[in-house]
């Protein structure tokens, strides 16, 4: 079992930055993914971007391509989600998983709320 717990979240304006983490604990692990999905009101969630565990690889949803950094502290369990030039539109619960043996995000966390007021 995975634990994972996010921090972070909060009110920023229109072009702000916030800098999202998620500390795991329980289970280790060595390789697979870190991700963040998030949830809009009234919508479903989605993928934002992940890291591979083990090398660093990287991938992000289009929408926040060149504005999100995802990274990670293998040292610490924590995987980091930059956000910077927010738009009202990344307002969501923002979310963390990890999957470790095959595609399915096995782990989530709470959730942690990202408002941006314009």
């Known amino acids: 079992q995975v634990h994972l717990v996010e921090s972070g979240g909060g009110l920023v304006q229109t072009g702000g930055s916030l800098r999202l983490s998620c500390a795991a604990s329980g289970r280790t692990f060595s390789s697979g993914q870190m991700g963040w999905f998030r949830r809009a009101p009234g919508k479903e969630r989605e993928f934002v971007a992940a890291v591979a565990w083990s090398v660093g690889t990287t991938s992000y949803a289009n929408s926040v391509k060149g504005r999100f950094t995802v990274s990670r502290d293998t040292a610490k369990n924590t995987v980091f989600l930059q956000m910077n030039s927010l738009k009202p539109e990344d307002t969501a619960v923002y979310y963390c998983?990890?999957?470790?043996?095959?595609?399915?995000?096995?782990?989530w966390g709470q959730g942690t709320q990202v408002t941006v007021s314009s």
């Open positions: 998983a990890v999957r470790i043996g095959g595609l399915r995000w096995e782990y």
